[in-house]
Structures are given as structure tokens and as C-alpha cells.
């Protein structure tokens, strides 16, 4: 059975930081790459980085350039995602993917398979 298990989330101030974790099993992490995702109230998922296998390629969404970092440890099955210099408007339920192909991809409907969430609230 594959999981993806985010944790890290929580309540932060802005201009503050949060690391996030993705705990990947059931899959080999080194063939998927890897992606997190977003969601705000309200509003649609969307691509907010990835990675591809052996972290030879990212992407980031340009509202998170020079902010967040991704990154994994495919021994550890950890996928990470760096918040720094939060803001409000990163507020929302942050999801780790991953999608059985070795190219990054931040499109939601490249992903295989999906954890369940963690919250971040950026707010004074």
C-alpha cells in the first residue's frame, strides 16, 4: 500500500519558516518524482514545486522562488519543502505527490498518488 504522510505544518508569523516532511512507503522513492501542492481556502490546487528523481531538475511556482527549497533523501524516503520568509498569502493545506516517471512535474494531474495534507497558516 503507498503512503505519503506530510507532516510539519502549523502556525507560523510571518516572515517566519517551516520545514515540511513527506514520509513516502510502499513505492521505491527513487523512480517517482516528487511534488508539493497547495491549496488555499477557497481556491484550487495548485503547484507550488518539484523534483525530479535524482535531483537534477526543480521547479518552483514564481510566487515561492528564492523562498522555498525542495529536496529529498531517497534513502530516508523523505521529500522535503523549505518554507522561508513566509507571507499570508502561503496559507493553506500543503500536499506531497509523486508520479511513477523520473522528469519533475508540478501538474496535478501527472501524480500518481497524493498524501493527505498538512496545514500551514501564516498569521500574526
Known sequence: QVQLVESGGGLVEPGGSLRLSCAVSGI???????AWFR???GKEREGVSCISTLELNTHYADSVKGRFTI???NAK????LQMNSLKPEDTGVYYCAARALTDATCL???MHYW??????????
Not at 521505491?28 to 516528487?34: D, G, I, V
Not at 524516503?77 to 522535503?80: H, P, T, W
Not at 498524501?115 to 500574526?124: E, H, P, R
Open 39 to 41: 491549496q488555499a481556502p
Open 108 to 110: 496535478r494531474e501527472e
Open 28 to 34: 521505491t522513492l527513487n523512480e517517482y518524482a516528487t
Open 71 to 73: 529536496s529529498r533523501d
Open 115 to 124: 498524501g493527505k495534507g498538512t496545514l500551514v497558516t501564516v498569521s500574526s
Open 77 to 80: 524516503k523523505l521529500v522535503y
